[in-house]
Protein backbone atom coordinates (compact mmCIF):
# COMPACT_ATOMS: atom_id res chain seq x y z
CA UNK A 1 0.00 0.00 0.00
CA UNK A 2 0.94 3.71 -0.79
CA UNK A 3 0.55 6.74 1.03
CA UNK A 4 0.92 10.72 0.11
CA UNK A 5 4.28 11.31 0.29
CA UNK A 6 5.07 15.53 1.30
CA UNK A 7 6.06 15.17 -2.78
CA UNK A 8 2.42 14.06 -3.08
CA UNK A 9 0.75 16.50 -1.52
CA UNK A 10 2.54 18.97 -3.61
CA UNK A 11 0.31 20.69 -6.88
CA UNK A 12 0.99 17.84 -8.96
CA UNK A 13 -0.93 14.94 -6.42
CA UNK A 14 -3.27 14.72 -9.01
CA UNK A 15 -4.07 10.85 -8.26
CA UNK A 16 -5.58 9.40 -4.80
CA UNK A 17 -3.11 7.00 -3.53
CA UNK A 18 -3.66 3.63 -2.80
CA UNK A 19 -5.48 2.80 0.77
CA UNK A 20 -6.44 6.68 1.55
CA UNK A 21 -10.07 7.53 2.45
CA UNK A 22 -11.03 8.01 -1.65
CA UNK A 23 -10.73 4.05 -1.95
CA UNK A 24 -12.14 2.80 1.09
CA UNK A 25 -10.30 -0.07 1.10
CA UNK A 26 -6.95 -0.99 1.74
CA UNK A 27 -6.12 0.91 4.80
CA UNK A 28 -3.81 -1.13 6.23
CA UNK A 29 -0.35 1.54 7.06
CA UNK A 30 -2.79 3.99 7.66
CA UNK A 31 -2.24 5.45 11.37
CA UNK A 32 -5.11 5.23 13.79
CA UNK A 33 -6.60 8.13 15.33
CA UNK A 34 -7.73 6.47 18.38
CA UNK A 35 -6.02 3.97 20.85
CA UNK A 36 -3.65 4.33 23.70
CA UNK A 37 -0.99 5.65 21.62
CA UNK A 38 -2.77 8.51 19.52
CA UNK A 39 -4.82 9.81 22.34
CA UNK A 40 -1.85 9.69 24.82
CA UNK A 41 -0.20 12.02 22.52
CA UNK A 42 -1.74 13.71 19.53
CA UNK A 43 -0.05 16.60 18.98
CA UNK A 44 2.85 14.48 18.54
CA UNK A 45 0.93 12.82 15.79
CA UNK A 46 -0.42 15.45 14.43
CA UNK A 47 3.47 16.47 14.03
CA UNK A 48 4.25 13.04 12.19
CA UNK A 49 0.86 13.32 10.08
CA UNK A 50 2.57 17.00 8.70
CA UNK A 51 5.67 15.33 8.05
CA UNK A 52 4.41 12.79 6.34
CA UNK A 53 1.05 13.71 4.07
CA UNK A 54 1.29 17.45 4.68
CA UNK A 55 -1.89 20.03 5.02
CA UNK A 56 -4.33 16.86 4.38
CA UNK A 57 -3.33 13.36 5.91
CA UNK A 58 -5.33 9.84 5.75
CA UNK A 59 -6.38 8.34 9.02
CA UNK A 60 -8.35 5.19 10.25
CA UNK A 61 -11.00 6.09 12.67
CA UNK A 62 -12.66 2.84 14.97
CA UNK A 63 -13.66 -0.07 13.01
CA UNK A 64 -10.98 0.91 10.50
CA UNK A 65 -13.44 3.62 8.70
CA UNK A 66 -10.93 6.01 6.48
CA UNK A 67 -11.24 9.69 6.82
CA UNK A 68 -8.92 12.84 5.87
CA UNK A 69 -7.76 14.35 8.60
CA UNK A 70 -7.46 18.70 7.86
CA UNK A 71 -4.06 19.60 9.76
CA UNK A 72 -3.56 22.89 7.68
CA UNK A 73 -4.91 26.23 9.63
CA UNK A 74 -6.30 27.30 6.00
CA UNK A 75 -7.32 24.15 4.70
CA UNK A 76 -9.00 23.79 7.84
CA UNK A 77 -10.78 27.26 7.04
CA UNK A 78 -11.59 26.37 3.79
CA UNK A 79 -13.07 23.32 4.40
CA UNK A 80 -15.39 25.61 7.11
CA UNK A 81 -16.26 27.88 3.89
CA UNK A 82 -16.47 25.86 1.04
CA UNK A 83 -19.46 24.42 -0.96
CA UNK A 84 -17.19 21.36 -1.92
CA UNK A 85 -17.93 20.10 1.48
CA UNK A 86 -21.06 18.96 2.80
CA UNK A 87 -22.25 18.82 6.42
CA UNK A 88 -24.98 16.34 5.13
CA UNK A 89 -23.71 12.98 6.42
CA UNK A 90 -25.34 11.43 3.78
CA UNK A 91 -22.80 12.46 1.26
CA UNK A 92 -21.08 10.13 3.32
CA UNK A 93 -19.91 6.68 1.38
CA UNK A 94 -19.51 4.74 4.13
CA UNK A 95 -23.21 5.38 5.17
CA UNK A 96 -24.43 5.04 1.38
CA UNK A 97 -22.47 1.46 1.16
CA UNK A 98 -23.72 0.74 4.53
CA UNK A 99 -20.56 -0.24 4.98
CA UNK A 100 -20.67 1.37 8.71
CA UNK A 101 -21.26 -1.01 11.46
CA UNK A 102 -24.62 -0.37 13.33
CA UNK A 103 -22.99 -0.18 16.91
CA UNK A 104 -20.11 1.91 15.49
CA UNK A 105 -19.54 4.70 18.27
CA UNK A 106 -19.28 7.24 15.46
CA UNK A 107 -22.60 7.08 15.19
CA UNK A 108 -24.47 9.59 17.59
CA UNK A 109 -21.93 11.92 16.23
CA UNK A 110 -22.39 11.50 12.78
CA UNK A 111 -26.06 9.77 11.81
CA UNK A 112 -28.35 12.24 9.80
CA UNK A 113 -30.74 14.47 12.01
CA UNK A 114 -32.72 17.83 11.29
CA UNK A 115 -29.77 19.60 13.08
CA UNK A 116 -28.12 22.82 12.20
CA UNK A 117 -25.00 21.15 12.22
CA UNK A 118 -26.17 18.53 9.78
CA UNK A 119 -27.81 20.25 7.49
CA UNK A 120 -26.72 22.86 4.29
CA UNK A 121 -28.63 25.72 2.57
CA UNK A 122 -32.19 26.84 2.93
CA UNK A 123 -33.01 24.42 5.68
CA UNK A 124 -29.76 25.13 7.52
CA UNK A 125 -30.47 28.20 7.62
CA UNK A 126 -34.42 28.19 8.75
CA UNK A 127 -32.68 25.80 11.65
CA UNK A 128 -29.61 28.09 12.34
CA UNK A 129 -32.06 31.05 13.00
CA UNK A 130 -33.67 29.14 15.02
CA UNK A 131 -31.64 28.25 17.27
CA UNK A 132 -28.89 31.79 16.94
CA UNK A 133 -32.19 33.60 17.69
CA UNK A 134 -33.58 31.75 20.75
CA UNK A 135 -29.81 31.74 22.15
CA UNK A 136 -29.52 35.31 21.64
CA UNK A 137 -32.72 35.77 23.65
CA UNK A 138 -31.01 34.46 27.00
CA UNK A 139 -31.34 36.69 29.62
CA UNK A 140 -27.85 37.58 30.57
CA UNK A 141 -28.59 39.41 33.72
CA UNK A 142 -30.23 36.15 35.25
CA UNK A 143 -27.48 33.87 33.53
CA UNK A 144 -25.13 35.56 35.24
CA UNK A 145 -27.27 34.92 38.95
CA UNK A 146 -27.12 31.36 37.86
CA UNK A 147 -23.33 31.21 37.44
CA UNK A 148 -22.71 33.04 40.52
CA UNK A 149 -24.95 30.94 42.64
CA UNK A 150 -23.65 27.58 41.28
CA UNK A 151 -20.17 28.41 41.72
CA UNK A 152 -20.72 29.33 45.21
CA UNK A 153 -22.58 26.26 46.04
CA UNK A 154 -19.68 24.51 44.47
CA UNK A 155 -17.45 26.51 46.34
CA UNK A 156 -19.25 25.60 49.36
CA UNK A 157 -18.94 21.94 48.92
CA UNK A 158 -15.67 21.73 48.78
CA UNK A 159 -13.61 25.31 50.53
CA UNK A 160 -14.27 23.75 54.06
CA UNK A 161 -11.49 21.35 53.85
CA UNK A 162 -9.37 23.20 52.08
CA UNK A 163 -8.44 20.31 49.03
CA UNK A 164 -10.62 19.81 45.90
CA UNK A 165 -10.34 18.50 42.34
CA UNK A 166 -11.36 21.24 40.37
CA UNK A 167 -12.34 19.23 37.49
CA UNK A 168 -14.29 16.74 39.45
CA UNK A 169 -15.75 19.13 42.30
CA UNK A 170 -16.29 22.12 39.90
CA UNK A 171 -15.04 22.50 35.91
CA UNK A 172 -17.57 19.39 34.96
CA UNK A 173 -20.07 20.16 37.26
CA UNK A 174 -20.35 24.03 36.75
CA UNK A 175 -21.01 23.89 32.88
CA UNK A 176 -23.65 21.00 33.72
CA UNK A 177 -25.95 22.68 36.23
CA UNK A 178 -25.96 26.54 34.10
CA UNK A 179 -26.58 24.97 30.87
CA UNK A 180 -29.16 22.68 31.96
CA UNK A 181 -31.04 25.56 34.03
CA UNK A 182 -30.49 27.26 31.23
CA UNK A 183 -32.54 24.74 28.45
CA UNK A 184 -35.27 23.92 31.11
CA UNK A 185 -33.31 20.59 32.54
CA UNK A 186 -34.53 19.92 36.01
CA UNK A 187 -31.33 19.91 38.27
CA UNK A 188 -31.82 17.06 39.71
CA UNK A 189 -31.44 15.42 36.03
CA UNK A 190 -27.81 17.81 35.31
CA UNK A 191 -24.90 16.09 36.25
CA UNK A 192 -26.25 12.87 34.99
CA UNK A 193 -26.58 14.62 32.02
CA UNK A 194 -23.22 16.13 31.82
CA UNK A 195 -21.79 12.35 32.50
CA UNK A 196 -23.39 11.18 29.42
CA UNK A 197 -22.37 13.71 27.31
CA UNK A 198 -19.10 13.10 28.27
CA UNK A 199 -19.12 9.41 27.64
CA UNK A 200 -21.00 9.68 24.20
CA UNK A 201 -18.39 11.64 22.73
CA UNK A 202 -15.45 9.19 24.24
CA UNK A 203 -16.86 6.69 21.77
CA UNK A 204 -16.86 3.84 23.99
CA UNK A 205 -18.78 1.11 24.39
CA UNK A 206 -21.09 2.55 26.22
CA UNK A 207 -21.39 5.80 24.07
CA UNK A 208 -24.82 4.71 22.53
CA UNK A 209 -26.42 3.79 25.82
CA UNK A 210 -25.57 7.71 27.37
CA UNK A 211 -26.78 8.61 23.60
CA UNK A 212 -30.03 7.09 24.36
CA UNK A 213 -30.33 8.58 27.54
CA UNK A 214 -30.12 11.77 26.25
CA UNK A 215 -32.77 10.90 23.67
CA UNK A 216 -35.29 10.09 26.31
CA UNK A 217 -34.17 13.07 28.51
CA UNK A 218 -35.03 15.74 26.06
CA UNK A 219 -37.82 13.80 24.39
CA UNK A 220 -39.60 14.33 28.04
CA UNK A 221 -38.19 17.80 28.25
CA UNK A 222 -39.89 19.23 24.75
CA UNK A 223 -43.29 17.41 26.20
CA UNK A 224 -43.32 19.42 29.38
CA UNK A 225 -42.70 22.60 27.66
CA UNK A 226 -44.96 22.08 25.52
CA UNK A 227 -47.71 21.81 28.29
CA UNK A 228 -45.56 24.28 31.02
CA UNK A 229 -43.20 26.92 28.85
CA UNK A 230 -41.03 29.27 30.63
CA UNK A 231 -38.36 31.20 29.27
CA UNK A 232 -35.57 28.75 28.65
CA UNK A 233 -34.49 27.41 25.21
CA UNK A 234 -36.29 24.35 25.41
CA UNK A 235 -39.43 26.75 24.90
CA UNK A 236 -38.26 29.22 22.74
CA UNK A 237 -37.39 26.58 20.23
CA UNK A 238 -41.06 25.33 20.84
CA UNK A 239 -42.41 29.16 20.51
CA UNK A 240 -40.34 30.17 16.90
CA UNK A 241 -41.72 31.27 14.07
CA UNK A 242 -38.87 29.20 11.75
CA UNK A 243 -41.99 26.63 12.85
CA UNK A 244 -39.39 23.77 14.06
CA UNK A 245 -41.41 20.07 14.76
CA UNK A 246 -40.77 18.53 17.93
CA UNK A 247 -38.32 16.06 16.32
CA UNK A 248 -36.55 19.16 15.73
CA UNK A 249 -36.40 20.61 18.27
CA UNK A 250 -35.82 17.29 20.19
CA UNK A 251 -32.24 16.94 18.53
CA UNK A 252 -31.17 20.57 19.17
CA UNK A 253 -31.58 20.84 22.20
CA UNK A 254 -29.63 17.28 22.15
CA UNK A 255 -27.40 18.90 20.00
CA UNK A 256 -27.00 22.26 22.11
CA UNK A 257 -25.94 20.17 25.27
CA UNK A 258 -22.97 17.94 23.83
CA UNK A 259 -21.39 21.48 21.74
CA UNK A 260 -22.04 22.83 25.12
CA UNK A 261 -21.02 20.76 28.11
CA UNK A 262 -17.73 19.27 27.37
CA UNK A 263 -16.16 21.97 25.40
CA UNK A 264 -17.31 24.14 28.30
CA UNK A 265 -16.26 22.07 30.96
CA UNK A 266 -12.78 21.51 28.96
CA UNK A 267 -12.11 24.97 28.55
CA UNK A 268 -11.94 25.21 32.34
CA UNK A 269 -9.79 22.36 33.22
CA UNK A 270 -7.78 23.55 30.98
CA UNK A 271 -7.34 27.79 32.15
CA UNK A 272 -7.28 26.51 35.42
CA UNK A 273 -4.43 24.81 35.13
CA UNK A 274 -2.57 27.33 32.77
CA UNK A 275 -3.05 30.04 34.92
CA UNK A 276 -1.77 27.67 37.96
CA UNK A 277 1.25 26.11 36.33
CA UNK A 278 2.25 28.26 33.58
CA UNK A 279 4.57 30.95 34.49
CA UNK A 280 3.66 33.53 31.41
CA UNK A 281 0.21 33.71 32.99
CA UNK A 282 0.51 32.92 36.65
CA UNK A 283 3.06 35.83 36.49
CA UNK A 284 1.21 38.00 34.29
CA UNK A 285 -2.27 37.48 36.48
CA UNK A 286 -0.74 38.00 39.82
CA UNK A 287 0.73 41.09 38.52
CA UNK A 288 -2.13 42.43 36.72
CA UNK A 289 -0.42 42.46 33.59
CA UNK A 290 -3.23 39.59 31.85
CA UNK A 291 -6.96 39.49 31.87
CA UNK A 292 -8.47 36.80 32.50
CA UNK A 293 -10.08 36.45 28.98
CA UNK A 294 -6.48 37.10 27.60
CA UNK A 295 -5.96 33.45 29.11
CA UNK A 296 -8.72 31.98 27.98
CA UNK A 297 -8.12 32.87 24.43
CA UNK A 298 -4.71 31.35 24.62
CA UNK A 299 -5.90 28.32 26.05
CA UNK A 300 -8.19 28.49 22.92
CA UNK A 301 -5.31 28.75 20.64
CA UNK A 302 -3.02 25.77 22.76
CA UNK A 303 -5.94 23.71 23.85
CA UNK A 304 -8.90 23.90 21.95
CA UNK A 305 -12.44 22.22 24.09
CA UNK A 306 -12.69 19.98 20.75
CA UNK A 307 -9.83 19.12 19.04
CA UNK A 308 -11.37 17.55 15.99
CA UNK A 309 -14.73 17.93 14.73
CA UNK A 310 -15.90 15.12 11.67
CA UNK A 311 -19.03 16.46 10.72
CA UNK A 312 -17.98 17.51 6.55
CA UNK A 313 -17.89 15.30 3.25
CA UNK A 314 -16.66 15.98 -0.07
CA UNK A 315 -19.90 16.39 -2.02
CA UNK A 316 -17.61 15.73 -5.17
CA UNK A 317 -14.00 15.29 -6.80
CA UNK A 318 -11.91 18.10 -5.32
CA UNK A 319 -8.46 19.07 -4.24
CA UNK A 320 -7.47 20.02 -0.36
CA UNK A 321 -3.89 21.06 0.54
CA UNK A 322 -2.65 19.70 -2.51
CA UNK A 323 -4.48 15.96 -2.13
CA UNK A 324 -7.07 14.98 -3.98
CA UNK A 325 -10.46 14.12 -2.33
CA UNK A 326 -12.94 11.88 -3.63
CA UNK A 327 -16.68 12.35 -3.87
CA UNK A 328 -18.27 11.24 -0.21
CA UNK A 329 -15.09 11.14 1.69
CA UNK A 330 -15.26 12.21 5.33
CA UNK A 331 -12.82 15.19 5.51
CA UNK A 332 -12.46 15.79 9.14
CA UNK A 333 -11.57 19.49 10.65
CA UNK A 334 -8.85 19.39 12.96
CA UNK A 335 -9.01 22.58 15.25
CA UNK A 336 -6.06 21.67 17.63
CA UNK A 337 -3.61 20.63 14.38
CA UNK A 338 -4.80 23.77 12.58
CA UNK A 339 -3.82 25.28 15.42
CA UNK A 340 -0.40 25.04 15.99
CA UNK A 341 0.05 24.79 12.26
CA UNK A 342 3.70 26.30 11.37
CA UNK A 343 2.48 28.43 8.83
CA UNK A 344 0.99 30.28 11.10
CA UNK A 345 2.52 29.82 14.06
CA UNK A 346 6.43 29.09 13.74
CA UNK A 347 7.26 29.95 17.65
CA UNK A 348 4.38 28.32 19.91
CA UNK A 349 6.29 30.28 22.68
CA UNK A 350 4.44 33.36 21.14
CA UNK A 351 1.39 34.70 23.19
CA UNK A 352 -1.55 35.01 20.93
CA UNK A 353 -3.21 37.30 23.33
CA UNK A 354 -5.50 39.46 21.25
CA UNK A 355 -5.68 37.15 18.64
CA UNK A 356 -9.59 35.42 18.03
CA UNK A 357 -8.35 33.82 14.63
CA UNK A 358 -7.98 30.25 16.55
CA UNK A 359 -10.68 27.94 14.91
CA UNK A 360 -12.24 26.45 18.26
CA UNK A 361 -15.09 28.01 17.26
CA UNK A 362 -15.19 27.13 13.57
CA UNK A 363 -15.83 29.55 11.00
CA UNK A 364 -18.34 29.84 8.24
CA UNK A 365 -22.23 29.41 7.99
CA UNK A 366 -21.54 25.95 10.53
CA UNK A 367 -19.87 28.85 13.43
CA UNK A 368 -20.25 27.68 16.94
CA UNK A 369 -23.56 30.25 17.62
CA UNK A 370 -23.18 29.24 21.45
CA UNK A 371 -19.67 30.26 22.27
CA UNK A 372 -20.58 33.56 23.94
CA UNK A 373 -22.63 30.98 26.54
CA UNK A 374 -19.57 28.59 27.10
CA UNK A 375 -17.34 31.66 27.72
CA UNK A 376 -19.91 33.26 29.97
CA UNK A 377 -19.63 30.14 32.31
CA UNK A 378 -15.82 29.72 32.35
CA UNK A 379 -15.01 33.37 32.67
CA UNK A 380 -17.41 34.05 35.42
CA UNK A 381 -16.68 30.65 37.58
CA UNK A 382 -13.13 31.01 37.01
CA UNK A 383 -13.20 34.44 38.24
CA UNK A 384 -14.95 33.49 41.46
CA UNK A 385 -13.10 30.69 42.45
CA UNK A 386 -9.92 32.86 42.51
CA UNK A 387 -11.04 35.49 43.61
CA UNK A 388 -12.66 33.91 47.12
CA UNK A 389 -9.24 30.86 47.31
CA UNK A 390 -6.50 33.49 46.53
CA UNK A 391 -3.90 31.05 47.90
CA UNK A 392 -5.03 28.21 45.15
CA UNK A 393 -1.96 25.86 44.44
CA UNK A 394 -1.85 23.03 42.48
CA UNK A 395 -1.22 20.07 44.57
CA UNK A 396 0.57 17.52 42.58
CA UNK A 397 3.48 18.66 40.03
CA UNK A 398 2.10 19.88 36.48
CA UNK A 399 3.51 16.57 35.15
CA UNK A 400 1.29 14.60 37.25
CA UNK A 401 -1.95 16.25 36.25
CA UNK A 402 -4.10 13.86 34.69
CA UNK A 403 -5.12 13.42 31.10
CA UNK A 404 -6.98 11.43 28.91
CA UNK A 405 -7.75 11.79 25.52
CA UNK A 406 -10.70 10.56 22.71
CA UNK A 407 -10.43 10.70 19.24
CA UNK A 408 -12.22 14.00 19.25
CA UNK A 409 -10.77 16.16 22.52
CA UNK A 410 -8.12 15.38 24.94
CA UNK A 411 -9.10 16.59 28.39
CA UNK A 412 -7.93 17.16 32.10
CA UNK A 413 -9.34 14.21 34.41
CA UNK A 414 -8.45 15.57 37.49
CA UNK A 415 -6.85 18.95 38.83
CA UNK A 416 -5.88 18.70 42.83
CA UNK A 417 -5.60 21.70 44.44
CA UNK A 418 -4.95 22.95 47.44
CA UNK A 419 -5.79 26.05 50.06
CA UNK A 420 -6.01 27.49 53.09
CA UNK A 421 -9.72 25.98 54.33
CA UNK A 422 -12.33 28.43 54.68
CA UNK A 423 -15.82 28.40 56.92
CA UNK A 424 -18.48 27.09 54.67
CA UNK A 425 -21.31 29.73 53.70
CA UNK A 426 -24.54 28.95 52.51
CA UNK A 427 -25.20 30.45 48.88
CA UNK A 428 -28.20 33.15 48.77
CA UNK A 429 -30.53 31.39 46.01
CA UNK A 430 -30.74 33.37 42.59
CA UNK A 431 -32.92 35.61 42.82
CA UNK A 432 -36.08 34.60 41.78
CA UNK A 433 -38.27 37.29 39.29
CA UNK A 434 -41.31 36.40 37.57
CA UNK A 435 -40.33 34.80 34.13
CA UNK A 436 -41.41 36.90 30.98
CA UNK A 437 -42.96 34.95 28.17
CA UNK A 438 -40.65 33.23 26.05
CA UNK A 439 -41.38 35.56 23.02
CA UNK A 440 -39.78 38.56 24.93
CA UNK A 441 -36.91 40.03 24.31
CA UNK A 442 -34.06 39.51 27.09
CA UNK A 443 -33.05 42.50 29.78
CA UNK A 444 -29.97 44.05 28.75
CA UNK A 445 -27.15 42.58 30.25
CA UNK A 446 -25.48 44.22 33.32
CA UNK A 447 -22.20 46.33 33.72
CA UNK A 448 -19.61 44.00 33.92
CA UNK A 449 -18.85 43.66 38.01
CA UNK A 450 -15.17 44.85 39.39
CA UNK A 451 -12.29 42.29 38.74
CA UNK A 452 -11.08 40.91 42.08
CA UNK A 453 -7.24 41.06 42.92
CA UNK A 454 -6.23 38.31 40.84
CA UNK A 455 -7.35 40.18 37.30
CA UNK A 456 -6.98 43.94 38.33
CA UNK A 457 -4.43 45.90 35.94
CA UNK A 458 -1.73 47.16 37.31
CA UNK A 459 -2.31 50.99 37.73
CA UNK A 460 -6.13 50.37 37.75
Known sequence: MTTPTPAQTGANASMAP?????????????????????EAQPYALYEQLRAEHGAVAPVLLYGDVP?????????????????????????????????????????????WQPLVALTDGAEHARLRQAVTESLTRLNRHRLRRYITHYTS???????????????????????ALVICQQLGIREDDALTVGA????????????????????ELVRDLVERKKQQPADDLASRLLDHPAGLTDEEVR?????????????????????????????????????????????????????????VVPTRWATGDTQLGGT???????????????????????????????????????????????????RSIAETGIDLLLERIPDLRLAVDDDQVQVAGTWMARRITSLPVAFAPQRQEKPAAPEQRPEPPARHDAAPAPKERPRGRWFRRRGA
Not at 155 to 163: A, I, K, N, Y
Not at 341 to 366: C, E, K, T, W, Y
Request: net charge neutral; proline share 7%.
Open 18 to 38: VGCPAHGKATRGLRPLYGPEA
Open 67 to 111: AWLVLGHRENLEVMRSSRFSSDSRHWRAIREGSLAPDSPLLPITA
Open 153 to 175: RLLGDFTPSGRADLVADFARKLP
Open 196 to 215: AVTDMISGGETALTSNQLLV
Open 251 to 307: EHLRLVLVAALEPTANLIASALRMVLTDGRFRGHLSGGQMTLPDALEQVLWDHPPLA
Open 324 to 374: RIMAGDMVMLGLAAGNVDPVIRPDLAVPMQGNRSHLAFGAGVHECPGQDLG
